[in-house]
């Protein structure tokens, strides 16, 4: 298994090293070692080499860069059939990468406590200081607007909505419709903690913002 995730790692860190939406293979390596982390502190053992992999693979082809939902599962299937990985483990890995994404959905179903492993690891990559940083990142790569109070947030957001790239949205809008409902809904007792934390200097920066752009008493943007 040490051999394939050497494989999966050069694989992954060739594809994703000069990717600029913010899905790079530092954030690879990132959900990776906090999803190691989380495995650790669970109470019960859970399968590392099933997390691992999931997290090596789950942004190849995702359908936020490809527009195709079942890509990025089939990318991931190909490449443990070609290094002839275990059947169990192809499939294992492949249902956590089909079902963790967001897409609209706080409380997103995962079916193994090593999906709601990596997919907790994941969402703690979209908020905090990185969170902030990856949010605008995507938003400039997909040539959106910091903010604009004529665009305001979605407070009811459908996957299909989520997923219409075509309805006007800003980077801000993004902080209200996924990244401040994650709070509290984490799996793991320790990424809810680190994820607290994290919510707290997110919601510190989006009031500092609303302030410097003289929106904190707006229709749609008072202060959190």
């Not at 527009?67 to 492949?94: F, M, R, T």
């Not at 003289?214 to 229709?219: G, H, P, V």
């Amino acid at each position: 298994m040490d051999h394939l995730i050497a494989l999966t790692k050069h694989y992954v860190e060739s594809l994703t090293k000069a990717e600029s939406t913010g899905h790079d293979w530092q954030h690879t390596l990132r959900v990776t070692k906090m999803a190691q982390r989380l495995a650790k502190a669970e109470p019960v053992p859970v399968n590392e080499t099933v997390i691992v992999l999931a997290c090596l693979l789950h942004d190849v082809k995702d359908y936020k860069l490809s527009g195709d939902e079942k890509a990025g599962p089939q990318a991931a299937k190909d490449w443990l059939i070609q290094n002839n990985a275990d059947l169990s483990l192809i499939d294992h890995v492949v249902d956590i990468i089909a079902t963790m994404s967001f897409k609209g959905q706080v409380d997103r179903p995962m079916s193994s406590r090593e999906g709601m492993i990596v997919q907790d690891a994941d969402r703690l990559e979209a908020v905090g200081a990185i969170g902030i940083a990856r949010a605008f990142t995507f938003g400039g790569a997909h040539g959106r607007e910091i903010f604009n109070p004529e665009i305001p947030f979605r407070k009811e957001l459908s996957q299909e909505d989520y997923k219409n790239k075509a309805l006007p949205t800003t980077s801000l809008n993004h902080f209200y419709e996924k990244l401040l409902k994650l709070d509290g809904h984490y799996h793991t007792a320790l990424a809810n903690q680190i994820g607290h934390q994290r919510h707290q200097f997110m919601v510190a920066y989006v009031n500092q913002l609303l302030e410097e752009c003289d929106a904190t008493e707006s229709e749609f943007y008072q202060s959190l």
